[in-house]
Nanobody, 125 residues
Framework: QVQLVESGGGLVQPGGSLRLSCVAS????????MGWYRQAPGKQRELVAT???????NYADSVKGRFTISRDNTKNTVYLQMNSLKPEDTAVYYC???????????????????WGQGTLVTVSS
C-alpha cells in the first residue's frame, strides 16, 4: 500500500502565493512520476503539473510561468509552489504518484497509481 499525504492548502488573496507538499510512504521501491491535479466545483479533475524521477516537468498551459513543481527523491516528496494565484485556481488539489512497490515490479515495469486525499486551495479577496 502507498499513502500520499498533502499539506499546505488554504485561503489566499488573488496575487498571493502558496506552497503545497505531498509525502509518499508505504511499500515503495521507487517512484517514477509525481504530480498535482486539481478539481474545481462542477468540473473534471485536470492535470496541473508533473515531474519525473529524472526531473522532467510538464505543466498545464493555465499555470505555466506561475507554478513550479519540484521534488526531493530522498524524501519521496513533491512540492508545488504557486505564485500569482487567481480565483480560477480555486480547487481541491490532489497529489499523484506512479510507484514501483517492489524491485520485482520495477523489473516488470508494473506501476501502481496512488492518490492523496486532496487539499483545498481557495483564492479569494
Amino acid at each position: 500500500q502507498v499513502q500520499l499525504v498533502e499539506s499546505g492548502g488554504g485561503l489566499v488573496q488573488p496575487g498571493g502565493s502558496l506552497r503545497l507538499s505531498c509525502v509518499a510512504s508505504g511499500t515503495i521501491f521507487s517512484i517514477y512520476t509525481m504530480g498535482w491535479y486539481r478539481q474545481a466545483p462542477g468540473k473534471q479533475r485536470e492535470l496541473v503539473a508533473t515531474i519525473t524521477s529524472g526531473g522532467r516537468t510538464n505543466y498545464a498551459d493555465s499555470v505555466k510561468g506561475r507554478f513550479t513543481i519540484s521534488r526531493d527523491n530522498t524524501k519521496n516528496t513533491v512540492y508545488l509552489q504557486m505564485n500569482s494565484l487567481k480565483p480560477e485556481d480555486t480547487a481541491v488539489y490532489y497529489c499523484n504518484a506512479e510507484v514501483w512497490p517492489s524491485y520485482s515490479d520495477y523489473r516488470k515495469n508494473t506501476l501502481t497509481d496512488a492518490w492523496g486525499q486532496g487539499t483545498l486551495v481557495t483564492v479569494s479577496s
